[in-house]
């Protein structure tokens, strides 16, 4: 077995896999097949925020805390959008190392956003396989801003944080509504500035204006909490309905709102991350959520919306590909034309490639 | 036909008809093929940038220049990562009514980010199709942040410009850098505030780095420029290789690399958008842009890049939808509890699918 060097914890094999595996070279392909069995058993921790929130100086002591206080071995997968001719990936794991360099129970890896959103959420996915079944049991999977792509990396961890710190400018606001919906636990960093309390006020509100959404409703004569909130992906609300289906076989007679275990109110944990002030609070909230997840069977509804969209994707491009290696090469060209001279739309070019009726 | 109204400019069934594509409903996918043979004739100017650098602002000037300097219809995609239950978007909506609103000649169209990146692109390129038909001669497609989502959206422009500010916090610099590789125009904004040559400074010397890549190389016996910044897409590179091809016909003897047809140095232009101040600058810049994309041949290159990408998109949907409402729905499930008991990974899973050796 050619991954058994993984397995047994080799840094350097270890390394060489994640390249071959953002190269998506073959080799790294069967590598992943072969290490996929011994994975499950990681929690992704997701961190995300936007510039300027100190993420990265955050990241770095829930790290030393997890090694310090827990002795559990972490991975860090920073989804940078520095282009590689800058080299700010290099400089940023360099920043990094001062603090967490010579630990051997920690890896820390960089990923440019170059290329495809498909491709690098992909590729996060699988980086994170390789960590986990290297016996990485934190993974962190840090990105920086606040748009859909980091929305779709959120989507692969089991826990979402998202850092705030006040003073940030003024459209930060919309910022907040966007990524509020996928935090699980809300920091406010950078707590000794000014304008704290104010950025934790909106952040309270913004979530009320969230959580009424979660009402209560009568269900097949029994009373049972929905979650009407739009849930992210088709995938969520399997979960939710599973989770539900869960809580109606549940004979506790009666639970409020705030107590029930299908229920989490992200809470919001104020921190100094470059004193580490805040940093256990942080540590024991995402450990509550864990438990959370586990208790209302979302660990393993979030685990299935991963693989079925990882599968997905993996699919999508095969499919792709099988469909243009073809005869349909040339009736792919053809069409492009075709719809380069506006003599048909996109949506009639990929019908009749379908149908086969080119011409 | 029953586009004609959009096709005389009435507002009401324009605006019936966004919805109609937003939600992908059937009439609206009719309307965009009866449509698209209309299109190709705007301008699309795409404006992203990080949250506080004042990109709205700008965006209101620029669009009340056109107005009154150049008599052109403008419409603007605003792509917002607010969602819905806070009603960012339609809160955004109202303040730029204040400015531009009465005025037939401007339409404004907020889209939330909510649902798959993929989806999101292709549903602004769908907008981008109704604006054009209609007769809007410049689009302008706002996007919020520095993710790859932004860059992605980006790519369906002709014209990309990037707005920084100064003073926005310690890990811009990171995001400048792979946000730079996308610009066709730079502004810096706000540029009464402190700071304003730190940040000029900082992104000539960014944009130095991102340039010495224009290398002067002998090629077929004669000097040529060729451009090794690593292309965006394949399909940059296709442009620039027909770029490449249309300058060896040249029959001018010399030239240098700054006067070169075929090399564009993003300019850098300061603006105090609020006062209105900078923007005909911004305007020129743009311009000047457009005339060099039609010099080089990129204006085709640009619009055969997006036309072929969203092609992709559409097919790419319907191949996996036409995969899973065969007899491959069953085995698709299989598949995925295969990959949730961890018995064989995505990878595996898809090519057994696409082999059909599913037991």
Partial sequence: ????????????????????????????????????????????????????????????QLTLHYRKEKNKKVAIIAVDPSSPFTGGAVLGDRVRMRDLSGDDGVFIRSMATRGSVGGLAQKTAAFVQVFDAAGYEIIIIETVGAGQSEVDIARLAHTTIVVEAPGLGDDIQAIKAGILEIADVLVVNKADRPGVENTERALRSTLELAHPTKRVVHH??????????????????????????????????????????????PPIIKTISTEGIGIPELAKAIEEHKFHLHQSGDWSARDRARLRSELDAVLQEALMSRFLTGAHRDEYEEALEKVIRRDMSPYEAARILLNGKMK
Wanted: charged residues 20%.
């Fill in 1 to 60: 077995m050619l991954t058994q060097p993984i397995l047994e914890g080799n840094r350097l094999a270890l390394s060489r896999l994640l390249t071959q595996v953002e190269n998506d070279s073959p080799e790294g392909r069967d590598a992943l097949a072969e290490l996929f069995p011994h994975t499950g058993k990681a929690h992704l921790i997701g961190v995300t925020g936007a510039p300027g929130t100190g993420k990265s100086s955050l990241v770095n």
């Fill in 220 to 265: 097949h004569g029994r009373m049972m909490k929905v979650d009407v909130t739009p849930s992210r992906s088709p995938e969520r609300s399997e979960g939710a309905a599973k989770g539900l289906a869960h809580q109606a076989g549940d004979s506790s007679p009666s639970s409020t709102v705030q107590n029930d275990k299908d229920i989490w109110i």
